[in-house]
C-alpha cells in the first residue's frame, strides 16, 4: 500500500505549471505564513556548487557526528524514497513525521502557486526548526541566488564545489554567469569554502565575496589538498593533516575531502576529521551494488552505479575507473534530454567496452535507448539498445560472464536500480 506521504507529495506536483521556476517570492510567502521557521534553524552550513555537493556535504556529516555533534541534512533529489531528503539529528525522518509535515504546509499554502521543491523545502525547514540540533546542513537543489534553500540571513558557514556548465537554461551559458549564481549564496560576513575553480569563475566567486565582505577559504591558496603515499594530506594556516584515503571511490573524492575538511577546521569541529573522510555515506556516486536481483544475474561479474550527468561526472567517472584498474567495462546508461549527453560520454571513450542504452522508468524527460545509443556511437563508442537494465545486464552476461558493468547517466535511473534491486 503506497504511503500517505506519496499522495501528499503527488499533489504537491500540480501547484505550478513548471518543475522549475527560479524566484524567492513564493517561498517566503510560505514561509511567513508558516511564522518562519527558517529563522529559528540550528546553524546552518549551505553548500552550492555543481559536482561534489553530496558527497562534500557527506564528509561534513560524517565528520560532525564524529565529535558528537546532532546534525540536520537536506539534500536533492532522492534516489529511492523522499524521506532520504530529511535527515533530522542523524536519522531520516519518519513517514508520520513526514505526512503530519506536507499537511501543515499544503493547509498553509492553500491554492497558490508553489513548485514541488519549494514547498517540500519549507517542510524541511518545519522539521529543522522543531528539533534541537547542532548544525544544519543545506544542499542547494539548482543554483544559488534563487533556489528555495537561500532564505537563510546568517548561515555559519557556506561552501562552493566545482563550478561546470549544467542547467545551462537556467543559470546562463557561460562558466561566468553560472558562477554568478552558485555564489549568490555568500552572505556578508560569512566565510566560504571554495573548492577547486576555474579561474572564469573564481573570479566571480571572489568579487562578490569582496563586495559583501565574505572571508574566502579558496583551494590552493588558503589550503591545500592530494595524495602522498597512499594517504590523503590536506594542509591550512592550521597545520598538516595525515588522514587514510576517503572511503568514497575516485580520485576526485580528494578534493570533495579537502572541501569537508576546510569546513569542519572552519567551524572549530577539526576533531572529526578523520571520520569525515573514512565514514562518509553517499548513495549511487561509484556506489558498489552487491546484492539484489540484479548482482544475481551477474554472479561471476561486477556492478557499479554513478547518478553522474554532466562532463565534469563524466571525467571523474573515467579517473575513478582508471584508479580502480578497471580496464574497460560495459556501460549501461539511460540519460535525461536536457543533459550533455555527449560531453558526459567522451571522456567515458577510452574506458568502454560497449555501451547498452536504456531509456529511463517513468520519467517524461529520458532520452529513448534509440537516441542515447546514437549519441554514443557519434563519439566512436560501440552502442546497442536494450528494453531495460535487466536485459542489458543478461546479454553483457551472455558475452562476458566476469564482466564489470557500470550503470550510469542519471540520478533518476539510479533511484529506479535502487527501488528494484533492494
Known sequence: MPARSDALLARMMEFHPKIIDLTLDRVWRLLAALDHPERALPPVIHIAGTNGKGSTLAMIRAGLEASDARVHAYTSPHLARFHERIRLAGTLISEEALTALLDECLQANGADPITYFEITTCAAFLAFARMPADYTLLEVGLGGRLDATNVVDKPALTVITPVSLDHQQYLGETLAEIAGEKAGILKRGVPCVVGPQEEAALEVIEARAARLGAPLLVHGQHWHVGTEAGRLVYQDEHGLLDLPLPNLPGPHQVQNAGMALAGLRALGRGAGAEKAVTR???????????????????????????????????????????????????????????????????????????????????????????????????????????????????????????????????????????????
Not at 337 to 342: G, L, M, R
Not at 380 to 409: F, M
Open 280 to 422: 562518509a555515506e553517499w548513495p549511487a556516486r561509484m556506489q558498489r551494488l552487491r546484492h539484489g536481483p540484479l548482482v544475481e544475474a551477474l554472479p561471476q561479474g561486477t556492478l557499479w552505479l554513478d547518478g553522474g550527468h554532466n562532463p565534469a561526472a563524466g571525467e571523474a567517472i573515467a579517473a575513478t575507473l582508471a584508479q580502480l584498474g578497471a580496464g574497460r567495462v560495459w556501460l549501461i546508461c539511460g540519460m535525461l534530454n536536457t543533459k550533455d549527453v555527449a560531453g558526459f560520454m567522451r571522456p567515458l571513450r577510452d574506458v568502454t567496452q560497449h555501451l547498452y542504452a536504456v531509456s529511463i522508468p517513468g520519467e517524461n524527460a529520458t532520452l529513448s535507448a534509440q537516441q542515447t545509443a546514437e549519441a554514443a556511437r557519434r563519439l566512436g563508442i560501440a552502442a546497442s539498445e536494450a528494453d531495460n537494465v535487466h536485459a542489458a545486464i543478461a546479454r553483457i552476461g551472455a558475452e562476458d560472464p566476469g564482466a564489470q558493468v557500470l550503470i550510469c547517466g542519471s540520478l533518476y535511473l539510479a533511484g529506479s536500480i535502487l527501488r528494484e534491486n533492494g
